[in-house]
């Protein structure tokens, strides 16, 4: 059974960092898209970027483009998401969650991922 913990988040005031990571258990992850959402109040879970395990190519939403970075640990079985500049509309539970399949690379759509961590609460302080 996959198991996804993700830890990290914290208190930041704007234009500060934090690095997520999420662990991942379960299978070989090797032919998997990570993908990193996040959920504000009263909102949709929003796509932020997602990561190919294998071969490490990454694709962002337009409204972190240049801010974050995902990256990845094979050793460790670990996804990281460093969060730069960060925004007080950046302000949401951040969640981490896998894709299987082959149709898309790292889509947005939340619906298509399959396993989902427990999120981890990101505050911005403006």
């Known amino acids: 059974q996959v198991q996804l913990v993700e830890s990290g988040g914290g208190l930041v005031q704007a234009g500060g960092s934090l690095r997520l990571s999420c662990a991942a258990s379960g299978r070989t992850f090797s032919s998997y898209d990570m993908g990193w959402f996040r959920q504000a109040p009263g909102k949709e879970r929003e796509f932020v970027g997602g990561i190919r395990w294998n071969i490490g190519i990454t694709r962002y939403a337009d409204s972190v483009k240049g801010r974050f970075t995902i990256s990845r640990d094979n050793a460790k079985n670990t996804v990281y998401l460093q969060m730069n500049s960060l925004k007080p509309e950046d302000t949401a539970v951040y969640y981490c969650?896998?894709?299987?399949?082959?149709?898309?690379?790292?889509?947005?759509?939340?619906?298509?991922?399959?396993?989902w961590g427990q999120g981890t609460q990101v505050t911005v302080s403006s």
């Open positions: 969650a896998t894709y299987g399949g082959s149709k898309f690379f790292a889509p947005a759509s939340p619906e298509l991922y399959d396993s």
